[in-house]
């Protein structure tokens, strides 16, 4: 979940001049506090952090980036993390500030394709591979039973199995994203770093699981996606893909995380916008239930808090978080830290002009 009511008080011309020099740190932090809800918003949680993929875009695929310890969430945490975004859902539909009022009004600057799933739903991804995580679709159907907002996650099509994929339709998985990432075997190890022997296979397992989805009659949203990177089959994987019923066609931006070379990005591109916002309207939960700022955060630099001792509206509510949110609007980060490692992040010196 994004905290979307951040944007519609604050109003199109508030969110496009916060970081865009015309105002004084001190003025983009009152906004941002007069503003910001007073209830959680939580983007992710990190069911596991295992992965087997070595993504060209990602730290996981570089060696010895990641040293947090690869775990899965324990299930009492997981249930209680579900019942707290559940209660807090609650309280924002009741306060007018909830998925309803989104899809009715969407802020402008929170619109594109998916978004009603990815502002109003809870991902169940970070660093690590879902379907890798052996209580996965337990986890999915907790969700389900217990609370009213959508869910979604992404893998790739070697990870998702169609087994998997058809106790997911049946459980009513909100949105499945399925990364293809090409149209050839040398797509894919271009962009996660790993060898398919047999592409035609994985196709194969797509279309099936396409065929599933209609069979088992689910709304679930599907989607096959390419990541918009340098030499990217973009044309012809829309032509293979664009006219099969049932699946979405899926052109993810290319999105370098931090400590990661950014040569792959597109001609042009303005992937850097220096323009990030998220800390200041959303937190992300590890899979040890450490909280962190964001989705670039892969190995815990910056905890906000512990779901293990404090609820997520204690974390929201701190005094860590605030002073987060106002080192990160003030700059006041050293030039080593991971936001100045981050593209997205106003005052970073990587890709287009920073602010500072």
């Given at each position: 979940?994004?905290?979307?009511a951040?944007?519609r ?6 969110i ?5 020099g015309s ?10 506090m007069?503003?910001?809800?007073p209830?959680?918003?939580i983007?992710?949680?990190?069911t596991?952090n295992a992965?087997n993929?070595k ?7 570089k ?18 993390l579900v ?6 859902e609650?309280e ?15 802020p ?11 502002v109003?739903?809870l991902?169940l ?9 052996p ?15 959508p ?5 790739t099509?070697?990870n ?6 058809r106790?997911?339709?049946r459980?009513q ?5 399925v990364?293809?990432?090409g149209?050839?075997?040398e ?14 296979t ?10 599933a989805?209609s ?5 679930t949203k ?16 829309v032509q293979?893909?664009?006219a099969?019923?049932g ?15 950014h ?10 916008q220096?323009?990030?916002?998220i800390?200041l ?26 779901t293990?001792?404090q ?5 929201w ?11 990160f609007?003030?700059?006041?980060f ?6 100045h490692r ?15």
């Amino acid at each position: 979940m994004i905290d979307h009511a951040f944007y519609r008080k604050t109003e199109e011309d508030g969110i496009r001049t916060m970081f865009d020099g015309s105002r004084k740190p001190d003025e983009v932090f009152n906004m941002v506090m007069e503003n910001r809800s007073p209830l959680a918003s939580i983007d992710q949680i990190e069911t596991t952090n295992a992965c087997n993929m070595k993504c060209v875009m990602c730290p996981r695929g570089k060696p010895n980036l990641m040293t947090r310890k690869v775990q899965a969430m324990g299930t009492e945490l997981f249930h209680s993390l579900v019942d707290q975004i559940a209660d807090t859902e609650r309280e924002k539909d009741a306060r007018d500030e909830g998925r309803a009022t989104f899809l009715r009004d969407p802020p402008p600057s929170l619109v594109w394709p998916g978004s009603a799933y990815d502002v109003t739903g809870l991902r169940l991804h970070h660093f690590g591979s879902p379907t890798l995580d052996p209580k996965l679709l337990e986890r999915v159907g907790y969700i389900k039973e217990h609370a009213s907002f959508p869910v979604q996650f992404s893998d790739t099509i070697v990870n998702m199995q169609l087994d998997t994929a058809r106790e997911l339709f049946r459980l009513q998985l909100d949105r499945l994203i399925v990364c293809l990432d090409g149209t050839t075997a040398e797509d894919f190890e271009r962009v996660r770093g790993v060898r398919v022997h047999s592409f035609d296979t994985m196709i194969q397992r797509m279309h099936d699981i396409v065929e599933a989805k209609s069979v088992l009659g689910t709304e679930t949203k599907l989607d096959v996606q390419l990541i918009q990177m340098a030499n990217a089959p973009e044309v012809s994987f829309v032509q293979d893909w664009g006219a099969v019923p049932g699946v979405h066609v899926h052109i993810k931006p290319f999105f370098p995380y931090p400590d990661v070379p950014h040569d792959l990005v597109t001609e042009g591109d303005t992937v850097f916008q220096h323009d990030c916002r998220i800390p200041l309207t959303s937190l992300t939960i590890l899979s040890d239930g450490r909280v962190v700022p964001c989705n670039a955060d892969y190995n815990g630099e910056h905890i906000l808090g512990d779901t293990r001792e404090q609820t997520l509206q204690q974390i929201w509510e701190s005094e860590r978080v605030i002073d987060f949110c106002r080192r990160f609007i003030h700059d006041l980060f050293e030039r080593t830290n991971l936001c100045h490692r981050c593209g997205f992040y106003p005052y970073s010196s990587i890709g287009n002009t920073p602010l500072g």
